[in-house]
């Protein structure tokens, strides 16, 4: 009997392509996929350890489910699942919490279920864990698309739950990346956002490494053009670079994470970088390339981050190229290293560094676009408002540009004029359309 599946994300990007591959395979054998707040059979929430309150946010999420769909099979899944299901499984309401082994085969696993056979953990150790590719559209225009081509992690940043939530590094076939573009340019996707949890680590079965990714995707013909969703800096090494600083396909935008401008904050996480070399990599990059976004990951308020110490960061951060900034406040995970760090920063503390440096994220984007005016970029149209006449798009650069056009197509890729920046977007001219 065709059931009507929901599901609710926590979390990133990959995370979300996840739960769209699970969605997928709900579809694939007859059951329909419903909105959220739509009645449901079975409800799934897909957890995730950064978010700062996983086990609330997941209680809040299941109630919500249970409102509109008071008798629904709610399964719980994801990163926070496979390390507290013992806490999940005691959520009111929870019937299973399945872990990341056990995600994929969520349709076998309940079908012809029962409510009354539940509550179950069905979370296994993560040994052997297969690699399983997954994509989802990352903008309502469905023009850019998230795939990820490599899983887990095997580094010991003393804040992460990562690798202990997702296993141990796992890449894509080199052999199934083509046909996968292929797909995408056959469904109408103009950019492809290549995704990972360490995306850098990619190592296929036959020996392939990152850069020859990069390479592959740089000469195949195809009418798309790819952006890197995040880079550990130790990995994006300078033989990635020179494909990209020559390439047409690649889009000049990186999202390297820094964590602190202070080597000594740095060593405390245990990052495998210097604060020098991450200063060379990033004036490296704006040298060969000079209209390069650079986005990068900070935590503010690790153990011992003294204000002499955030300062440094504060001020690294203001004197360098870095076009923006994802802040993320340090809170303590179970069974890290970091949790058990002397010198603790008060909470208000943590929050007030937090904003200061929001603030300066948005200072430097907003210098950032005023640098890109005069410039003609290349954008993907991606929606169009009938009532103000104006499309929405990203250059390549990654610059939110607004501009109006009514002969523009959703998905052919344009030229335009950066005109004015208005803060949270750029005006812009249609240069050839
Ligand atoms: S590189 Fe560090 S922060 Fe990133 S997933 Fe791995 S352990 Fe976590």
Request: one cysteine or more.
């Amino acid at each position: 009997m065709q059931k009507k599946v929901s599901f609710y994300n926590l979390g990133c990007k990959v995370n979300l392509a996840d739960i769209s591959r699970i969605g997928k395979q709900f579809e694939d054998i007859g059951h329909q996929i419903v909105d959220f707040d739509e009645e449901s059979d079975i409800v799934l929430i897909n957890t995730c350890t950064v978010t700062h309150r996983a086990d609330a946010d997941c209680r809040k999420i299941v109630r919500r489910a249970l409102r509109k769909s008071p008798d629904a099979f709610v399964g719980v899944l994801g990163c926070f699942a496979q390390l507290q299901p013992g806490e999940i499984v005691k959520i009111k309401g929870v019937d299973a919490v399945f872990g990341q082994k056990e995600k994929y085969q969520i349709p076998q696993l309940i079908s012809n279920f029962s409510k009354s056979d539940f509550p179950q953990i069905l979370v296994g150790d993560m040994k052997d864990i297969p690699f399983h590719t997954s994509a989802v559209s990352d903008n309502a225009g469905r023009t850019r698309a998230v795939f990820k081509i490599q899983d887990g992690c095997e580094y010991n940043c003393t804040f992460c739950t990562i690798p202990m939530a997702r296993g141990g590094f796992r890449s894509m076939d080199y052999s199934e990346i083509i046909p996968a573009i292929d797909n995408f340019a056959k469904e109408g996707y103009k950019e492809v956002v290549l995704s990972g949890i360490n995306l850098g680590e990619y190592n296929s079965s036959t020996g392939e490494k990152f850069v020859d990714v990069v390479r592959l995707l740089d000469t195949y013909d195809a009418d798309i053009r790819y952006r890197i969703s995040s880079i550990e800096p130790n990995l994006l090494k300078s033989e990635i670079l020179d494909i990209i600083e020559k390439s047409k396909r690649f889009v000049k935008h990186f999202h390297i994470p820094m964590q602190s401008g202070s080597q000594e904050v740095l060593m405390k996480m245990k990052r495998r970088y210097r604060i020098k070399n991450y200063d060379k990599l990033i004036n490296d990059i704006k040298l060969r390339m000079p209209d390069t976004c650079l986005g990068a990951d900070v935590i503010v308020g690790f153990p011992g981050e003294t204000d002499e110490l955030f300062e440094e960061t504060y001020n690294f951060i203001k004197n360098s190229p870095i076009s923006y900034l994802h802040v993320f406040t340090y809170s303590e995970r179970d069974n890290t290293v970091a949790a058990s760090l002397d010198n603790p920063v008060p909470h208000e503390v943590r929050k007030e560094r937090t904003k200061r440096l929001r603030d300066l994220s948005d200072s430097k984007l907003n210098e950032f676009y005023n640098s890109q005016i005069t410039k003609i970029r290349e954008v993907i149209p991606e929606t169009y408002n009938e009532e103000t006449g104006l499309w929405k798009a990203h250059t390549d650069n990654y610059v939110n540009v607004m501009f109006s056009g009514e002969k523009v197509k959703k998905g052919e890729k344009i030229k335009v004029l950066l005109m004015k920046n208005h803060y949270n977007y750029v005006e812009a001219g249609v240069v050839n359309g």
